[in-house]
């Protein structure tokens, strides 16, 4: 019994010994950035399941200017919000449209993109209204603006939501949907970059609304939302974010 | 060593089932498990309704289309599943060898696979060859699936019944195929109908899978609702409640089954 409480005590000192050592090393702040990654090419995974994409290299070009260090994780969108407002992670870089309701609920960085909803039909199709889309099956991600564009619009549609804009797509093409809506940048990326779609798919239009992406955070924390705003603005001096749009968009 | 008779056949079928029914049928004080568990749940859901109508309210009425779809679902599922599951079990205690290597590899393959790799497969991975709807692929995945569990429950019930039964029907000059129709499966019956239930009630929890196919039944409504107003805490509390209390409600109704079964059984 007593050599195992000494083997504890040594354990423990160890470990606060290590503690110390790496709070001196790694002297800089660490946040975790949470991403779905199943919206491409803003971010998703590469062969080597690391996230990337555009949000990804924005958010870390942030956290360079500014200092601090960031770790990106993938996690699920159903639930994203819950996870940054537990405080599980500090900051959601997933492409999350500035809104009026989830401004109620979150603070949000000045915008770093600027995107619209477009609709995807199958190649050889062509609607250029959302009332077009009276009477068909609209599908695309659950909880995403591209939804709530169309429920607002008070289109009569069957609305289906999926876990992730892939399976909508995939559906799309299988012929058992009509339409999906999602953000331009996605759309383009499943129509003309993702080869496996390639001639089966019709980016048919955009919305005239725009959207701003801006990086979620938790109610009431000013200290990071000042320092990832006073990033943004260091990122876009520096011209970086024309890079990454041309590098993951083309454009 | 245990001894061939029925109440150790009987013990088979609690094996192949969840353990001992909640509520059990001869329990008739006021006070039980489950009357704990119904009242506590209609109480904490009239309750939040009540003081604190303004998310749900808004919630409760967000899901009764749902609540549609998952009924829906269930009763088309057992309407395929328990047929499915009588075949499946007749086929295991066959004699003849190819109908049982068919339905006991039928049953090894879908009791190996988890049910929602099922519905990923028969929506997504098949959909390159036939093309059905999310709902109706939800009944077949459901149905296939819970086929296999209720063979299994099927095949234990038969088995159960004394061969003394079935002797004595095949030197009365039944057929064979009288035998099982009019002699064993009727008193099967008794036994095999309560697991039947609750693999019945199983399958309604289970449903809550199928939101991953766009199927809007209660927990994708939930999801959804809590999509545009992020309230996890007070929309997932009314699902589990919503759960909860379809489940307790059933699992009544399996159990007055089952006593009524078990009447001349003079426990």
């Not at chain 1, 555009?54 to 990106?72: K, L």
């Not at chain 1, 798919?201 to 919305?207: A, D, G, I, Y």
């Not at chain 2, 245990?2 to 079928?13: A, F, L, M, T, V």
Request: proline residues 4%; charged residues 20%.
């Amino acid at each position: 019994m007593k050599s195992v409480c000494r083997f504890l005590l040594g354990c423990g000192a160890l470990l606060l010994g290590l503690t110390v050592c790496a709070g001196q090393t790694f002297a800089k702040e660490k946040y975790i950035v949470a991403s779905d990654c199943t919206w491409p090419p803003m971010e998703f995974l590469n062969d080597q399941k690391q996230v990337q994409g555009y949000s990804t290299d924005f958010i870390r070009a942030v956290a360079e200017a500014v200092g601090i260090e960031v770790e990106v994780r993938n996690i699920a969108w159903d639930g994203i919000f819950g996870g940054v407002a537990t405080g599980q992670y500090d900051i959601v870089a997933s492409s999350t449209t500035i809104t009026e309701e989830r401004k109620k609920q979150f603070d949000f960085t000045d915008p770093y993109f600027e995107v619209h909803q477009a609709v995807i039909v199958p190649a050889g199709k062509q609607v250029s209204t959302l009332a077009d889309l009276k009477g068909k099956k609209v599908g695309g991600q659950i909880a995403t603006t591209g939804i709530f564009v169309m429920r607002n619009a008070k289109v009569d549609c069957e609305l289906k939501e999926y876990d992730d804009v892939g399976l909508a797509i995939q559906d799309l093409v299988g012929g058992r949907i009509d339409a999906v809506i999602c953000d331009d940048p996605v759309a383009m990326y499943y129509v003309n970059m993702k080869k496996d779609y390639a001639g089966k798919l019709n980016l048919s239009f955009k919305t005239e609304d725009k959207e701003l992406y801006g990086f979620t955070i938790k109610k009431g924390r000013e200290d990071l939302l000042k320092k990832l705003n006073e990033g943004i603005a260091k990122v876009k001096a520096a011209g970086l974010d024309k890079e990454f749009a041309k590098k993951w968009m083309g454009q | 060593m245990p001894e061939p008779d029925e109440n150790h056949s009987k013990g088979n079928i609690v094996l192949v089932t969840d353990g001992a029914s909640i509520p059990d049928p001869r329990e008739w004080r006021l006070i039980n498990a489950w009357s704990i568990s119904l009242a506590g749940a209609i109480c904490v859901l009239a309750g939040l309704f009540l003081f604190s109508p303004d998310p749900y309210e808004r919630i409760v009425r967000y899901l009764p289309d749902g609540m549609l779809v998952t009924f829906k679902i269930t009763i088309m599922s057992i309407c395929f599943a328990v047929p499915l599951g009588l075949l499946t079990g007749l086929g295991r205690i066959s004699r003849n060898r190819g109908i049982n290597l068919i339905a006991s590899t039928y049953v090894e393959i879908i009791r190996g696979i988890p049910l929602l790799v099922q519905l990923f497969y028969i929506y997504y991975a098949l959909s390159r060859f036939v093309t059905v709807s999310g709902t109706t692929s939800a009944v077949i995945a459901i149905s296939i699936c819970y086929g296999a569990y209720m063979g299994e429950v099927f095949r234990a019930g038969i088995s159960a019944i004394p061969k003394g039964q079935t002797e004595a029907a095949r030197s009365l000059g039944f057929s064979r195929v009288q035998t099982m129709f009019l002699v064993v499966l009727p008193q099967a019956w008794r036994t095999i109908l309560p697991p039947v239930g609750n693999e019945c009630i199983a399958m309604l929890k289970d449903t809550a899978l199928v939101s991953i196919m766009a199927v809007p039944d209660i927990m994708q409504r939930a999801r959804s609702f809590v999509g545009t107003t992020y309230l996890y805490f007070e929309t997932y509390t009314v699902v589990a409640l919503v759960y909860l209390i379809i489940t307790l409600l059933l699992s009544k109704a399996v159990s007055i089954m089952e006593s009524r079964l078990n009447y001349y059984d003079g426990k």
